[in-house]
């Protein structure tokens, strides 16, 4: 959905109510933390898992780390509800990498195809996607369905933040980033997300993600709105263990292999689960 507004400039701002409908400008904001990531996720897999290289990612959106893992000689596959991140994963593929690469439409509570059961050594969701999950059945049936597709030895790297249900005010983060264009321009991309007071009693928190996109003839504001299933640290060791699950190991978004086990004050956890 779209329309059109007037900004304090004068100029023209066209207002976009889905940053899942831009994969570009979405992705444009996790970049920098591509490589970052992959090698966390590989320093993990042969510390904490079996070394294998057949990686799977849930909700894989437009597919950075997918290519990024195949890059490195891996075997990926991903799936996704949104149809334009799975057509961005799969535009963005070389046809050499496309041999090692594979997506799929499907839910994260209940992704689990027959012929892929015990077949992915490392699975990995880093950046709070888990929270998308809106009710303990859904959150459940998603770790049930990662655990069936994992290898013997298996580990599923899975990164969120914790909930302060006693905090006062919003908590907002910003990043900036640039989007290379045709002839040599850019877009300019300002991501500010904002996290309301959580429920403790429904267990939601509002979220409000705001894109503004600047660059050659556009203006664009995309602004997104959902609710987030919250957690302390005693409710997701509740949940893991209902799903059959061990903490092998915890992190925090630092990715930093030599500091496991997270300060106390650190809501932003990256936990290492296997069966």
Known sequence: ???????????????????????????????????????????????????????????????RLLEAAAKRGLTVHGSDLSRPMLERARERLTPALRRRVTVAEGAMESYAPPARLGKFDLAYSLVSTFRYLPTEATALGHLRCVR???????????????????????????????????????????????????????RLSPMRNRLRVTGPGKDWLIETHWQFRTYDARQAARLFKKAGLQVKARFDFDYDLTRASPARDRLDQIYVLGA
């Not at 779209?2 to 109510?17: M, Y």
């Not at 591509?34 to 849930?58: A, C, M, S, V």
């Open 1 to 63: 959905m779209r329309w059109r507004a007037q900004a304090w400039s004068g100029r023209a701002v066209e207002k976009r109510t889905d940053w899942y409908a831009h994969p570009e400008y979405y992705e444009a904001i996790f970049d920098p933390d591509t490589e970052r990531e992959i090698d966390f996720l590989q320093g993990l897999n042969g510390r904490f898992g079996n070394g294998g290289k057949r990686w799977f990612e849930p909700a894989c959106g437009a597919g």
């Open 148 to 202: 069936a597709l994992l290898a013997e030895g298996g580990i599923y790297v899975l990164g969120f933040h914790l909930t302060d249900y006693a905090r006062q005010e919003p908590e907002r983060e910003r990043w900036v980033a640039h989007v290379e264009k045709a002839r040599g321009q850019r877009d300019r991309v300002v991501c500010n997300t904002r996290e309301g007071l959580p429920d403790p009693r429904t």
